[in-house]
């Protein structure tokens, strides 16, 4: 099992990037994926998750409107669709997969680092002029 995350990069405030988040080893349909940052001197925290079954997706308040989840499970890849950026957004972004398939609902809300595992490497997104 193994997640490798990309796309991260240096951004205007405003600006957009995509991440990418290629999985091997299982298949996404039946583990949900979540995307979680870390900001330098803060705690990890989850900003989005997508379900396995029914690709229902969850945001953090701080990026509802702005951030995107999506997946292409042929392709074995998560996306997240980054709009609007602001300099609050920078930190490294980590994606991981739940640790028990078929676990996670979004009506539980943000994904909990203990149930997840197989984190990626993480990409650096800075939002700066």
């Known amino acids: 099992v193994q997640l490798q995350a990309s796309g991260g990069g240096l951004v205007q405030p405003g600006g957009s990037l995509r991440l990418s988040c290629a999985a091997s080893g299982f298949t996404l349909d039946y583990f949900a994926i979540a995307w979680f940052r870390q900001a330098p001197g803060k705690e990890r925290e989850g900003v989005s998750c997508?379900?396995?079954?029914?690709?229902?997706?969850y945001y953090a308040d701080s990026v509802k409107d702005r951030f995107t989840i999506s997946r292409d499970v042929a392709k074995h890849t998560v996306y997240l669709q980054m709009n609007s950026l602001k300099p609050e957004d920078t930190a490294v972004y980590y994606c991981?997969?739940?640790?028990?398939?078929?676990?996670?609902?979004?009506?539980?809300?943000?994904?909990?680092?203990?149930?997840?595992?197989?984190w990626g490497q993480g990409t650096l997104v800075t939002v700066s002029s």
């Open positions: 997508i379900d396995s079954r029914d690709g229902s997706t």
């Open positions: 991981a997969r739940e640790l028990r398939p078929r676990t996670y609902t979004v009506i539980s809300g943000a994904p909990r680092i203990a149930d997840f595992g197989s």
